[in-house]
C-alpha cells in the first residue's frame, strides 16, 4: 500500500509540479473513496458536465486518461481531449455515475493513505510546495472529518482540472 500510494503521489507531483497539501489529498481521496460524494441526483450531474464540456476547448494533445488506482480502478477521463475525440459527454457522464454506485469507498483505507502520505511529507521524503501548512491542514481535516475538497487556487489556475473519474478506459 504504502509504495503504491507513494508512487502514485510522486508521479502526479512530477506531472505537476504546482500541486499544494490539498490537491495530494483530493488526488487520494479520489483514489480511496470514488465519486460518490460528487452524484447528487442523474439531472444535475449532467447539467454540470454539460456546462463544463462547454466551456472546455477540445485539445488532442492533453492525455485521455489518468491512471489513479490505488485498491480499485479508478481515472480521471479529461474533458478536452475527450471532446477533440468527440467521445460523447452522455458516454463520460455514465460511466461516471457507474462508477460512483459500484466503487468500494473506505474511508478508513482513505485515512490509512493520508497518514502515509503525511508521514511522507513530514520527513520530506515526498516535497510538496506547503509543507509548513500540514500540521494546520491535518487539524482541519480531521476536525471536519475528512471532507471533500476542490484543487487549491494554483492547481487550478496552473492546469484548469476538466475532467470526470471514471472505472475503465473507454
Not at 456546462?51 to 489518468?66: H, Y
Not at 502520505?117 to 501548512?133: G, H, Q
Amino acid at each position: 500500500m504504502t509504495e503504491r500510494t507513494v508512487a502514485l503521489v510522486s508521479q502526479h507531483l512530477v506531472k505537476y509540479p504546482e500541486m499544494r497539501i490539498v490537491d495530494v489529498y483530493k488526488l487520494l481521496y479520489q483514489a480511496c473513496m470514488g465519486p460518490e460524494h460528487a452524484l447528487t441526483d442523474r439531472k444535475s450531474v449532467e447539467v454540470w458536465l454539460l456546462e463544463e464540456w462547454e466551456s472546455v476547448s477540445a485539445d488532442q494533445d492533453e492525455g485521455l486518461f489518468e491512471n489513479i488506482t490505488l485498491f480499485h480502478p479508478i481515472f480521471r477521463v479529461n474533458l478536452r481531449p475527450a471532446k477533440a475525440r468527440e467521445i460523447p459527454p452522455i458516454e463520460i457522464l455514465q460511466a461516471f455515475i457507474n462508477l460512483g454506485n459500484e466503487f468500494p469507498k473506505n474511508p478508513e483505507l482513505f485515512r490509512n493513505v493520508w497518514d502515509t502520505i503525511s508521514m511522507r511529507i513530514r520527513n520530506e521524503s515526498v516535497a510538496v510546495k506547503d509543507p509548513d501548512i500540514l500540521s494546520e491542514f491535518n487539524e482541519t481535516i480531521k476536525t471536519d472529518n475528512f471532507p471533500v475538497l476542490h484543487h487549491s487556487r494554483e492547481y487550478a489556475e496552473a492546469y484548469k482540472p476538466a475532467y470526470r473519474l471514471v472505472g475503465s478506459k473507454f
